[in-house]
């Protein structure tokens, strides 16, 4: 479920052109292919200030993986910092905001590679690469320009502008300057560029939007928030008292996405971990990885390798042919008196159990897998496949009324068998649903009571959840 940059037609006359930059690695935890890659950009550096540029990029990294969730996750980051150099330092402050009296800083106007400038949108305080999305779309294809030459598999860019001024901005790329609150900032616009939060403060009429940490649901039964009610403060509280803000509740009262030198609230910590997961496995490698291992002797081993969050709180659960062989491992070995006469099937389920995940009831499930079918002859063996599968399955909402939607998304896999069964294991129905699609199942005919819901890829039962029937 990676995220990789594709360079679109339109861009490759630009990209033609682009130069090319050297690339520092501030972070290293694994090969690209397998981390969430932050790619710093400077702007408003001279080429005589690059080494200021690297030790800023390097003074934020530290800073953001002291925090948590970050802390928790940092094997799955690598940061790199591209040099993009300016002819001149600093940037824009054209003095025409609406929200303050001009002019609020010194008005100038700098050469920088990327035009960053504060003013945006009428705003003293938005840093952007434009004082409008008008002027910012010939920078925003520059920007992209640069990450498809120097770093296309970027996974998210941020921008450090150098100038002491505060300022600051979200959207696809972060953009912060370099005040004193430079790191929070920074982090605080991650927030939302990479992790899909929105501000805790209110940003004003027609700015806010469902997701993670805003919802215009008051009821404490179906707010998806539910689990976390009550706990570390989390509570429905409204983003004001009047007007539209009324209309709009927060998780929290004292979060990173409302006040800078404060922590992530839970609430938020779970959806960036949440998205964490949609991006990268934590299944790196697995033996035996080959498509066929022609009459392997007995004992067979066989081994995962994990990206470990810290401390680490993912779980493994081994099922041969559907039943549990063995739990919380990374190798298990195969006996020939384990085997089915034939086809056998073993597969690794990777979860994790986190504490700053609420699993039960939450609407999201996160699980990756590999799987391995093994042939078994009277006088041989053979491992036919190994293959490493990502799923990410929601089943909302729950407790349900009359429809229960199901939905996942996954690397690999088209489609997925559901079978749902009362809690004593009576089957009531069974369906497929493909990926990416909403699928409704009706449940109005079913009695008031708990209800499970198995998914299955072929053979291998990748979950199973309750849900509640009003």
């Given at each position: 479920m990676k995220n990789i940059y594709l360079l679109v037609l339109c861009l490759y006359s630009i990209v033609s052109n682009a130069q090319t930059f050297e690339v520092e690695t501030i972070k290293l935890s694994g090969t690209p292919d397998k981390r969430i890659n932050l790619v710093i950009l400077g702007d408003g550096y001279q080429a005589s200030e690059m080494d200021k540029f690297i030790t800023d990029a390097s003074n934020f990294t530290t800073e953001m993986f002291s925090q948590s969730p970050f802390l928790e996750y940092n094997n799955y980051f690598n940061v790199y910092a591209i040099k993009t150099p300016s002819n001149e330092s600093g940037a824009d402050h054209p003095g025409s905001a609406f929200d303050v009296s001009e002019p609020a800083s010194p008005v100038e106007f700098v050469d920088t590679y990327f035009n960053s400038t504060f003013d945006g949108f009428g705003f003293h305080r938005l840093l952007f690469y434009g004082i409008n999305g008008s002027a910012a779309g010939a920078n925003k294809l520059k920007i992209e320009a640069v990450l498809a030459e120097n770093f296309p598999t970027y996974d998210q860019a941020l921008i450090l502008v150098n100038s002491n001024i505060y300022g600051g901005s979200g959207g696809e790329f972060a953009i912060s300057s370099l005040a004193p609150s430079a790191n929070e900032i920074a982090i605080h616009e991650l927030g939302h560029s990479l992790f899909d939060l929105v501000d805790e403060y209110y940003p004003g009429d027609g700015r806010l939007l469902e997701t993670t940490n805003a919802t215009q649901t008051l009821n404490a039964t179906t707010i998806k928030w539910k689990n976390w009610?009550?706990?570390?403060?989390?509570?429905?509280?409204?983003?004001?008292?009047a007007g539209e803000a009324a209309t709009w509740y927060?998780?929290?009262?004292?979060?990173?996405?409302?006040?800078?030198?404060?922590?992530?609230?839970?609430?938020?910590?779970?959806?960036?971990?949440?998205?964490?997961?949609?991006?990268?496995?934590?299944?790196e490698n697995f033996s035996p990885n080959e498509t066929t291992v022609e009459n392997p002797e007995f004992p067979l081993d066989f081994e995962v390798s994990l990206i470990l969050p810290t401390p680490n709180t993912l779980e493994t659960v081994w099922l041969l042919n559907d039943v549990v062989y063995a739990n919380n491992s990374n190798t298990v070995t195969l006996e020939d008196a384990d085997m089915q006469e034939d086809e056998n099937t073993l597969s690794v389920l990777v979860t994790d159990n986190s504490s700053l995940l609420r699993i039960e009831n939450h609407e999201t499930i996160h699980v990756s897998t590999v799987t391995w079918l093994v042939n078994r002859a009277t006088l041989s063996t053979s491992i036919t496949e190994a293959a490493a599968k990502n799923y990410s399955i929601s089943l909302t909402p729950n407790p349900a009324n009359s429809v229960l939607n199901l939905k996942f998304e996954s690397n690999t896999v088209n489609a997925l068998k559901v079978v749902v069964t009362s809690i004593d294991g009576k089957r009531i129905q069974e369906l497929e649903i493909s990926k990416f699609e909403n699928t409704t199942l009706n449940t109005s005919g079913y009695t008031s009571g708990v209800y499970i819901v198995n998914f299955y890829d072929g053979n291998v039962r990748l979950a199973s959840r309750k849900f509640v029937k009003n």
């Open positions: 009610l009550n706990t570390d403060n989390v509570g429905i509280y409204p983003y004001g008292t927060r998780p929290h009262q004292n979060c990173k996405m409302r006040y800078l030198d404060r922590p992530f609230c839970a609430v938020c910590k779970e959806g960036m971990i949440e998205k964490i997961h949609d991006l990268v496995s934590p299944i």
